[in-house]
């Protein structure tokens, strides 16, 4: 069984403040990775993707993968009261379905 | 572009009945994959389409089926509902012609409750 884990939360973070977010994957022939934003009561919403070994920025987002680890990770900086939603990593495995992790709750502190 | 339009929104059924929904990609997408939402198991895979075929299949039981047509848009049926399949079943396009490594766009989804 090929498995997605985050950390399970839920995260509080301040206002300003970085949250940080983990996710890691059991599949070592992952390729492609992506971050997915779902507030309450609404769908997935695409954030970020990232599928080469180091860190990629869009604005406030900034994702980390390190294949060796098996790991992905998603920071928010300065963070805002709108980013508090449930954050989902997802993974497409080597045989190509793409399994989501459970998501971490993160809310932001005014 | 429109987005994925998954009709209906909501749906109540009863135990023993058969459903069918239906999920409309975004313009030039051609795979069509569908997910069982629900608080405990959060999202679960159930299939992959591309080009009318299935390309992936998750552990559902067989009373879960779909199909892709001709011009991309899928159908997800659901035979002898049982109460544990109230669920939000969302539907997600990508335009992957190999599946690796295009995004999914997610559909509002479908609220199915079962009685």
């Known amino acids: 069984q090929k498995e997605v884990e985050q950390n399970s939360g839920p995260l509080s973070v301040p206002e300003g403040a970085i949250a940080s977010l983990n996710c890691t994957y059991s599949?070592?022939?992952?390729?492609?990775f992506f971050w997915y934003r779902q507030y309450s009561g609404k769908s997935p919403e695409l954030i970020m993707f990232?599928?080469?070994?180091g860190d990629k920025e869009d604005g406030r987002f900034t994702a980390q993968l390190n294949k060796a680890s098996q790991y992905v990770s998603l920071l928010i900086r300065d963070s805002q009261p709108s980013d508090s939603a449930t954050y989902l990593c997802?993974?497409?495995?080597?045989?190509?379905?793409?399994?989501f992790g459970a998501g971490t709750t993160v809310t932001v502190r005014a | 572009k429109a987005g994925v339009t998954q009709t209906p929104r909501y749906l109540i059924k009863t135990r023993g009945q058969q459903v069918t929904l239906s999920c409309s990609p975004i313009?030039?997408?051609?795979?069509v994959s569908w997910y069982q939402q629900t608080p405990g198991q959060g999202l679960q895979f159930l299939f992959e389409?591309?080009?009318?075929?299935?390309?992936n299949k998750g552990n559902f039981p067989g009373r879960f089926s779909g199909r892709q047509f001709s011009n991309s848009r899928s159908e997800m049926n659901v035979s002898t509902l049982e109460l544990g399949d109230s669920a939000l079943y969302l539907c997600?396009?990508?335009?992957?012609?190999?599946?690796?490594?295009?995004?999914?766009?997610f559909g509002n989804g479908t609220r199915l409750t079962v009685t």
């Open positions: 997600a396009s990508s335009a992957g012609a190999t599946g690796g490594s295009s995004p999914l766009h």
């Open positions: 599949d070592r022939g992952s390729q492609s």
């Open positions: 990232i599928y080469s070994n």
């Open positions: 997802a993974v497409r495995d080597s045989d190509y379905k793409l399994s």
């Open positions: 313009s030039g997408h051609r795979s």
């Open positions: 389409y591309f080009s009318e075929t299935q390309r």
